[in-house]
């Protein structure tokens, strides 16, 4: 596994790191000078990044500490219940997550809570999901092409992947200061947007010395000290799981649904038409990327020509009550107004959702200023 898959990041290092500070050497304006603890050989920024692009992971295990404080009400955890989707829950609070990697086709994570323990497995074309609480398992066979692992940043290997696929012109990279996580000495890259309509002040990364993989990945908002988002390590084994931690065991008396394979040459599981999620497209590059949807006639909540939160959950939602509380919350949001429009604002520390009267949803990590300008264009 390389973190680094976009070899078109190297064509800005040139530019976007001249005369950056290395680790052990002389700060130059506006960049960091090094720890003294731990004491490591000088690399550039550039050098760190090449780094991450040829390293190569064969196997991890370890645990992992993620904790979120968005300044947002408790929309996630509600979301996801009303989805279906208990992963969701991963963007408030704090969590503990023990992770297994032996390959692209041998993964597993499990979100470890006082509720209990929720299991996601690959192994091969096999993918398992169990829950501790219900004692419920679901069972699905990949096709060739199909993506399993959840698309939240699990790991700070995938959140630093995700950051790092933002790298343009648009971003200051330096090196910060060293450090030890999970007990490892670390390297640091901070990434710095240039825009100042980008909520996101610096997002830190933590590169294992040796291994070259991010232990650590910390997102600071504009005006905060504290990072308002943070994945780390705090143990790690670089050593290949053994194959016996891939393999499903159902525990006894659990209900295992067998879902419904994909169609050839799709990308995702087949979902009725109405569960789809909308077409979305990005106005904008990098950190100041607007994603736009347009929701159909349902609306937001699933009622046929209903505003956007002014309606009940659909019918047969997982968790009524979860959906009915998420329309709830989005019908007090703000009502925000302007040549664009008119609609409902949702406000973080890191990003802005803009919830048009007309059926668009807007977000991005920006200002509520550049929602506007997307949505009047």
Same mark, same amino acid.
């Given at each position: 596994m390389s973190v680094l898959k976009n070899r078109a990041v190297l064509r800005w290092l040139v530019p976007v790191t001249a005369g950056v500070a290395v680790v052990g050497g002389?700060?130059?304006?506006?960049?960091?000078?090094?720890?003294? #603890?731990?004491?490591?050989?000088?690399?550039?920024?550039?050098?760190?990044?090449?780094?991450?692009?040829?390293?190569?992971?064969?196997?991890?295990?370890?645990?992992?500490?993620?904790?979120?404080?968005?300044?947002?009400?408790?929309i996630a955890d509600l979301a996801g219940a009303a989805g279906g989707n208990e992963l969701a829950s991963l963007l408030t609070g704090t969590h503990t997550v023990r992770v297994w990697y032996a390959g692209p086709d041998r993964q597993r994570i499990a979100l470890v809570d006082t509720l209990g323990e929720r299991d996601?497995?690959?192994n091969g074309r096999d993918v398992w999901s169990w829950s501790s609480r219900t004692n419920t398992a679901?069972?699905?066979?990949?096709?060739?092409?199909?993506?399993?692992?959840?698309?939240?940043?699990?790991?700070?290997?995938?959140?630093?992947?995700?950051?790092?696929?933002?790298? #343009?012109?648009?971003?200051?990279?330096?090196?910060?200061?060293?450090?030890?996580?999970?007990?490892?000495?670390?390297?640091?890259?901070?990434?710095?947007?240039?825009?100042?309509?980008?909520?996101?002040?610096?997002?830190?990364?933590?590169? #294992?010395?040796?291994?070259?993989?991010?232990?650590?990945?910390?997102?600071?908002?504009?005006?905060?000290?504290?990072?308002?988002?943070?994945?780390?390590?705090?143990?790690?084994?670089?050593?290949?799981?053994?194959?016996?931690?891939?393999?499903?065991?159902?525990?006894?008396?659990?209900?295992?649904?067998?879902?419904?394979?994909?169609a050839p040459g799709s990308t995702r599981q087949q979902r009725p038409d109405a569960e789809r999620r909308p077409d979305v497209r990005t106005v904008g590059t990098g950190w100041t990327t607007v994603l736009v949807a347009k929701l159909d006639a349902a609306g937001l909540t699933g009622a046929p020509g209903a505003k956007p939160g002014e309606a009940a959950a659909p019918a047969g939602a997982p968790d009524r009550a979860g959906a009915d509380a998420v329309a709830g919350l989005l019908g007090?949001?703000?009502?925000?107004?302007?040549?664009?429009?008119?609609?409902?604002?949702?406000?973080?520390?890191?990003?802005?959702?803009?919830?048009?009267?007309?059926?668009?949803?807007?977000?991005?990590?920006v200002t509520p200023e550049r929602l506007y300008q997307a949505a009047k264009g």
């Amino acid at each position: 596994m390389s973190v680094l898959k976009n070899r078109a990041v190297l064509r800005w290092l040139v530019p976007v790191t001249a005369g950056v500070a290395v680790v052990g050497g002389g700060a130059a304006i506006g960049t960091l000078a090094a720890g003294a #603890d731990p004491a490591l050989p000088p690399r550039t920024a550039a050098q760190l990044l090449e780094d991450l692009r040829s390293s190569r992971l064969d196997g991890l295990s370890g645990t992992v500490v993620q904790r979120a404080d968005l300044g947002l009400p408790p929309i996630a955890d509600l979301a996801g219940a009303a989805g279906g989707n208990e992963l969701a829950s991963l963007l408030t609070g704090t969590h503990t997550v023990r992770v297994w990697y032996a390959g692209p086709d041998r993964q597993r994570i499990a979100l470890v809570d006082t509720l209990g323990e929720r299991d996601m497995l690959r192994n091969g074309r096999d993918v398992w999901s169990w829950s501790s609480r219900t004692n419920t398992a679901s069972h699905r066979t990949l096709s060739a092409t199909e993506k399993t692992m959840p698309s939240a940043p699990a790991t700070p290997v995938d959140a630093a992947d995700k950051a790092l696929a933002a790298i #343009d012109p648009s971003t200051a990279v330096t090196v910060g200061r060293s450090a030890k996580v999970a007990g490892r000495d670390v390297y640091e890259l901070v990434l710095t947007p240039r825009d100042k309509d980008s909520l996101v002040h610096q997002v830190r990364v933590a590169l #294992d010395a040796k291994e070259h993989v991010p232990l650590r990945f910390e997102v600071l908002a504009d005006g905060a000290d504290q990072p308002a988002f943070e994945v780390a390590f705090t143990q790690v084994d670089f050593r290949t799981p053994d194959a016996d931690q891939f393999r499903f065991n159902p525990p006894p008396g659990v209900t295992v649904t067998e879902e419904k394979a994909s169609a050839p040459g799709s990308t995702r599981q087949q979902r009725p038409d109405a569960e789809r999620r909308p077409d979305v497209r990005t106005v904008g590059t990098g950190w100041t990327t607007v994603l736009v949807a347009k929701l159909d006639a349902a609306g937001l909540t699933g009622a046929p020509g209903a505003k956007p939160g002014e309606a009940a959950a659909p019918a047969g939602a997982p968790d009524r009550a979860g959906a009915d509380a998420v329309a709830g919350l989005l019908g007090g949001l703000p009502k925000v107004s302007g040549d664009w429009g008119s609609g409902r604002l949702l406000t973080g520390k890191l990003f802005s959702v803009l919830l048009t009267d007309d059926g668009r949803v807007l977000a991005g990590l920006v200002t509520p200023e550049r929602l506007y300008q997307a949505a009047k264009g």
